[in-house]
């Protein structure tokens, strides 16, 4: 009796035990206040593969920044000409109209070139294209005829005398799809996104405000418009032309970048200048 009693004992310790077991395994009814009980859920990785889900999406895609265009950078703002020097350059004077016959001397044609340059240029049938700084009118001329009766031409300059000349060709030419425009230096020549093409031929080193003309000009320029300068190159020294009448490659560089342009072609087929094309 007395082992038969030990066994009977055992037994119901073991009962309880499991009963033990039994309720730590299955939750009991959540109380009134307490939170209601939540299954397991599988870990997130796991459960990715089993679903076959791809790849997460970087953040920058859902909030839209993938997809916005770069922002360009700032226009820089440089500092204007002071006491006659700009950017390491002194400035040049503007030849006077007094000197207008230099402009249309025999054989400029054979050094100038000009319908290459127009060809560098990309001047083209129907455009409109500005001659910034025209003079009495050599390349006008020149400008007014590629461009035909479907282009026209703004011949800007900022001497009254030598518009009047300009106008004098003009009438003999008979050229009547091109426009004279007196510049002033502090104001606009040209309206906006008016132009496909500015040409500056041996006028940009004697501009009196380089930085602000420049800053008009960009705003004058049509989608995809451009502006060209021709320059008398200052490393040649075979080139006899006044020092302040020329520039060097690493000057145009500069000046360029220090009003938000960049070039878009050099070209060094003319006997003493160079082509350089600009794009803001």
Same mark, same amino acid.
């Given at each position: 009796m007395k082992r038969a009693g030990a066994s009977l004992a055992l037994a119901l310790v073991a009962s309880a035990a499991?009963?033990?077991? #039994?309720? %730590?395994?299955?939750?009991?009814?959540?109380?009134?206040? &307490?939170?209601?009980?939540?299954?397991?859920?599988?870990?997130?990785?796991e459960a990715d593969a089993e679903a076959g889900s791809p790849e997460p999406i970087p953040p920058a895609a859902l909030s839209g920044d993938a997809?916005?265009? $770069?922002?360009?950078?700032?226009?820089?703002?440089?500092?204007?000409? #002071?006491?006659?020097?700009?950017? !390491?350059?002194?400035?040049?004077?503007?030849? #006077?109209? +007094? !000197?207008? &016959?230099?402009?249309?001397?025999?054989?400029?044609?054979?050094?100038q070139r000009p319908e290459h340059v127009l060809d560098v240029a990309g001047a083209r049938a129907g455009a409109r294209v500005c001659d910034f700084g025209a003079g009495s009118g050599y390349f006008t001329v020149h400008l007014a005829r590629?461009?035909? $009766?479907?282009?026209?031409?703004?011949?800007?300059?900022?001497?009254?005398?030598?518009?009047?000349? +300009?106008?004098?060709?003009l009438t003999r030419e008979r050229l009547l799809n091109v426009t004279p425009v007196l510049a002033n230096p502090s104001e606009p020549s040209l309206p906006a996104a008016s132009v496909d093409l500015v040409l500056m031929v041996d006028v940009y080193h004697e501009l009196e405000r380089p930085d602000l003309t420049m800053a008009q000009l960009r705003a004058a320029l049509a989608p995809g418009g451009r502006v060209v300068w021709v320059e008398y190159r200052a490393e040649d020294p075979n080139v %006899?032309?006044?020092?302040?009448?020329?520039? %060097?490659?690493?000057?145009?560089?500069?000046?360029?970048?220090?009003?938000?342009?960049r070039i878009t072609q050099v070209d060094e087929s003319l006997p003493q200048q160079r082509i350089v094309v600009l794009a803001p």
């Open positions: 499991c009963a033990a077991c #039994s309720r %730590s395994a299955v939750p009991s009814a959540p109380q009134a206040d &307490a939170a209601p009980w939540i299954p397991p859920v599988a870990p997130r990785a997809c916005a265009p $770069p922002t360009p950078p700032p226009t820089p703002t440089p500092t204007p000409p #002071s006491n006659g020097v700009y950017l !390491g350059r002194k400035l040049a004077r503007p030849m #006077s109209h +007094l !000197g207008a &016959a230099w402009l249309d001397r025999a054989g400029r044609d054979a050094v590629r461009v035909g $009766p479907t282009g026209r031409v703004f011949a800007v300059d900022v001497q009254p005398e030598m518009l009047a000349l +300009l106008e004098q060709k %006899s032309i006044k020092p302040d009448h020329k520039m %060097s490659l690493v000057q145009i560089r500069r000046e360029a970048a220090a009003v938000g342009y």
